[in-house]
């Protein structure tokens, strides 16, 4: 468990989206107030806006990585292959301890019903997900990653 892994569960349980709870750990990192990061990525929660698609996990370390190591310009192919390199890399990492990247598989729904209606957060809420565990283990992977793999750019934990 790491330092960002412990402070995304703990927001998670306050009420952030699985997206919010791992970028938002990461909020001092990027310089940036936790509000602001909330809503930068507020609307990649709950697999996309609730469609059970990708993890917001997944997307919540997209974003920070991005912001503190990806590419800016779009002539610098090197970079952009980098990127998306860690990124494949940072997917598969939480993939091969969680079973999956897929919100609808993760949560073990057959059928997935699309409203834009979140549930409330109440105990039987959090005791029948596993996003509380997830969100720690996507913000543990990033935290290693990014304090393992030498960056090419200043911005680094």
Same mark, same amino acid.
């Given at each position: 468990?790491?330092?960002?892994? &412990?402070?995304?569960?703990?927001?998670?349980?306050?009420?952030?989206?699985?997206?919010?709870?791992?970028?938002?750990?990461?909020?001092?990192?990027?310089?940036?107030?936790?509000?602001?990061?909330?809503?930068? =990525?507020?609307?990649?929660?709950?697999?996309?806006?609730? /469609?059970?698609?990708?993890?917001?996990?997944?997307?919540?370390?997209?974003?920070?990585?991005?912001?503190?190591?990806?590419?800016?310009?779009? &002539?610098? #192919?090197?970079?952009?292959?980098?990127?998306?390199?860690? =990124?494949?890399?940072?997917? &598969?990492?939480?993939?091969?301890?969680?079973?999956? =990247?897929?919100?609808?598989? /993760?949560?073990?729904? &057959?059928?997935?019903?699309?409203?834009?209606?979140?549930?409330?957060?109440?105990?039987?809420?959090?005791?029948?997900?596993?996003? #509380?565990? *997830?969100?720690?283990?996507?913000?543990?992977?990033?935290?290693?990653? *990014?304090?393992?793999?030498?960056?090419?750019?200043?911005?680094?934990?």
């Amino acid at each position: 468990m790491s330092v960002h892994g &412990d402070e995304a569960h703990r927001l998670f349980y306050s009420g952030y989206n699985c997206a919010q709870s791992v970028a938002c750990a990461f909020a001092g990192d990027l310089g940036l107030p936790v509000e602001t990061v909330a809503q930068m =990525i507020s609307g990649f929660g709950a697999g996309v806006g609730r /469609l059970r698609e990708v993890c917001g996990c997944i997307s919540g370390m997209t974003f920070v990585y991005g912001f503190l190591r990806g590419y800016g310009t779009p &002539d610098d #192919p090197q970079a952009k292959t980098a990127t998306y390199a860690a =990124i494949q890399t940072l997917a &598969d990492t939480f993939r091969q301890r969680s079973g999956s =990247i897929v919100c609808k598989e /993760l949560l073990g729904l &057959d059928t997935v019903e699309i409203t834009p209606q979140s549930e409330a957060r109440t105990p039987e809420y959090y005791e029948k997900r596993p996003c #509380p565990e *997830l969100v720690r283990y996507a913000a543990d992977i990033l935290e290693e990653y *990014l304090r393992e793999v030498p960056s090419c750019n200043s911005k680094a934990l």
